[in-house]
């Protein structure tokens, strides 16, 4: 149990390892038993290359993962925002794990029982493995803590859930390995390649050029015809891909508090002050039971009280009651519960014990407290027991801090002890013996006790608003007439556009549903319910739907774009014979400038690898004809992105050494690069159909 908790508290890094390596790998059933994938059932959630996946499949990897958060978290329960991650991290990865899949297969790779086996016990471990087996105090890997953790992995369950969800990320892990390793083998960088390469940066060039922009021929020149917007739109299809859409238009009526809510917030703070002010009463209990603010028991400076509450405390006496007030929509009545000569800060140092039991964790800190009374040094016990490894390496020194910096157990023990005392004391991350070094000046510390009444609707409000949302939607049933209503009632019409695999509608808290819906219903379909979220109450219209597919090449948005980009081609070509034409009756630049009604511009020290023109900007073509320039030869018309050029080198400075490596480690880690962003390429190209949003 003992390496189950080290790995318990250490879950953040395993997490960070396997969301970094895959989001969340869960596909691979078990490895070496030979049962991978999905198997199909009665109900599909998606299909990717023809390979369905089930919904029992998809739900027992979703609450596999989660089990795992909750496991190495600590905690309960899971957030729905965390939910929604994970779903759809495990989604991801298995799409991704049945495109790789294919490849690995097709490929011939795979991982041995031997290749696990060196990945968690060898000499070289998985950073992971490392990570969590290390001991904290000397750094150093504890390679019999894994061996013994997997020899006594079956009796325990939840250690045995973790050997097997980390078998299958260094599965996963390893397959990924192999496949970009072969990949990047057919990227080998010749020679002649890492010359060329280093050659082009050598040469440096000053130039002018002159530039004449697209914007400087009218549209109305060129003529686009719907046959070549045709042949440019097959040509390039896959640039006009589109995801499925809903765009919808929707009303929320917003439940306030009213004037009377409003009202009885203020009458019940009123009616109970006499209570409260009554010295017999306990205030902090008093709050803790009555208030809709916690109490919080802290004892502050003058300047740290809250500013409506500094000029009460001036002349306040212990019990005096200021209020009621009104702040941040509550009603609110503060009480001095104590006035103290208190320390300004206090600097200790600290060893904490954490064990499995109590018992023991309070018996090691009586040990320990024993030889410091018997005058042994504390930093010496420190750094060889404390479990708090920040401070641990230095004595268990943590310098000063003001009150209210620690937690409240640790807190008190400090600001209540005197210099030079040795106590013991417990908090949620065990027993700390703490030995208080020095304290800072007294000043005076006041303790006050604040019982609030947050203004919320009532039930009455809430039925009202609830009735003036449904009358709208009987009312309003179709989608002309919500638009209508919407204006004649002077509400605010809201819009959004969404995909499926949005958690929510913008600024809705937890419209999931909504979502969904919007994805069943047509164009024009009223949303079958009032919707609640949060404190507001929703009725909603789709007003567009989009397909998954290519969009329209008749579609306004995609005609002009292609119109625009043909037409710039076409106006690139006038340019461009404009500039022959000129060329030959032009003795200089500038001549050629003036007939072209353009300028001459300059640009120094610019070469092949250069990332922009001042004065233009980023123009790949014009950087690249400079650098490939001879000196003094006016250059060809050449087409950019915005505009045609015509340079003239009129100086270069040539490097006398070639850097060789370090061009071929740049192109290698380029093609690197390129491997690394193989499998999204590859999962960019399956053919995935996505039916989640018929039941999550």
């Given at each position: ?330 009603y609110k009545l503060s009480r001095l519960v104590s006035v103290k000569q ?133 009312t309003n049933n179709t989608a002309d007439k919500f638009k209508e209503g ?211």
């Open positions: 149990m003992a390496t189950l908790e080290r790995i318990r508290k250490k879950g953040g890094v395993l997490v960070a390892f396997m969301v970094g390596f895959a989001l969340l790998a869960f596909i691979l059933t078990d490895f070496f038993s030979g049962q991978g994938g999905a198997q199909p059932g009665s109900i599909e959630v998606g299909e990717v290359n023809g390979t369905a996946i089930s919904y029992s499949a998809y739900q027992n990897e979703v609450t596999q993962a989660e089990d795992f958060r909750k496991l190495s978290s600590g905690q309960s329960t899971i957030d729905e925002n965390l939910q929604f991650q994970i779903r759809q991290s495990v989604w991801d990865q298995m799409v991704m794990d049945i495109v790789m899949g294919e490849k690995y297969e097709k490929t011939g790779i795979a991982v041995t029982t031997d290749e696990i086996i060196e990945m968690v016990t060898g000499s070289n471990p998985h950073p992971g493995v490392r990570q969590m087996f290390t001991d904290p105090q000397t750094g150093a890997f504890d390679q019999s803590a894994v061996v013994n953790f997997l020899r006594n992995r079956k009796r325990d369950p939840n250690a045995n859930f973790y050997w097997e969800f980390l078998q299958k990320n260094l599965v996963n892990e390893r397959l990924n390995s192999k496949y970009i390793n072969l990949f990047q083998k057919g990227f080998f960088v010749t020679q002649s390649q890492a010359n060329a390469e280093a050659n082009a940066k050598l040469r440096s060039v000053d130039f002018d050029f002159v530039a004449v922009n697209y914007n400087s021929i009218p549209d109305s020149v060129v003529e686009v015809s719907k046959g070549e917007i045709s042949a440019y739109y097959s040509k390039h299809k896959d640039n006009f891909k589109q995801a499925a859409e809903r765009s919808i238009q929707y009303v929320s009526f917003l439940v306030e508090p009213s004037e009377e809510d409003k009202e009885m917030a203020e009458k019940w703070i009123e009616d109970i002050k006499p209570e409260f002010s009554n010295p017999d009463t306990d205030a902090a209990q008093f709050v803790t039971m009555n208030s809709d603010i916690p109490y919080q028991d802290s004892n502050l400076k003058a300047e740290d009280v809250r500013i409506v509450l500094q000029d009460f405390i001036k002349n306040a006496q212990q019990g005096d009651v200021y209020g009621p007030y009104l702040e941040d929509n509550t208190m320390p300004d800060s206090v600097k200790a140092r600290h060893i904490l014990i954490q064990e499995q039991d109590p018992a023991r964790a309070n018996t090691v800190a009586d040990s320990l407290m024993n030889l410091i009374n018997k005058g042994a040094d504390f930093a010496d016990l420190a750094r060889k027991n404390s479990k708090d490894t920040g401070s641990a390496i230095n004595g268990g020194d943590l310098n000063w801090f003001k009150e209210g910096t620690m937690v409240k157990p640790f807190n008190d023990a400090c600001f209540n002890a005197k210099k030079g005392d040795v106590v013991k004391v417990q908090t949620q991350f065990g027993v700390h013996i703490i030995h208080l070094q020095d304290v800072g000046k007294r000043v005076t510390k006041y303790n006050i006790a604040t019982l609030g009444r947050e203004i919320k609707y009532s039930s009455k409000t809430y039925q009202q608003v609830y009735s003036q949302a449904n009358k709208f939607a009987a919407i204006k004649e009632q002077n509400l605010t019409p809201r819009f959004a556009t969404l995909r499926a695999t949005d958690r929510a509608v913008p600024g809705l808290e937890g419209s999931r549903r909504l979502v969904q819906w919007s994805f069943e219903a047509k164009v024009n379909d009223m949303s079958p319910t009032i919707y609640e979220f949060g404190n507001q109450f929703v009725i909603a219209v789709v007003t567009e739907v989009v397909e998954e597919g290519y969009q329209d090449v008749n579609d306004p948005v995609v005609h002009n774009t292609i119109k625009s980009i043909l037409a710039k081609d076409k106006k690139a070509e006038i340019i461009k014979k404009r500039f022959n034409d000129n060329k030959a009756s032009s003795q200089s630049l500038t001549s050629l400038a003036q007939k072209m009604e353009s300028q001459v511009q300059s640009a120094t020290d610019i070469n092949f690898a250069s990332f922009q023109v001042p004065g233009v900007g980023m123009e790949p073509a014009l950087i690249a004809l400079a650098s490939l320039s001879d000196v003094g030869e006016m250059s060809v018309p050449v087409k950019g992105d915005q505009g045609v050029y015509v340079v003239k080198v009129t100086s270069e400075q040539v490097a006398e050494n070639t850097d060789v490596e370090s061009t071929r480690e740049q192109l290698r880690s380029v093609n690197t690069n390129k491997a690394y962003r193989l499998a999204p390429v590859i999962k960019e190209k399956a053919e995935v159909t996505d039916d989640r949003l018929k039941y999550f």
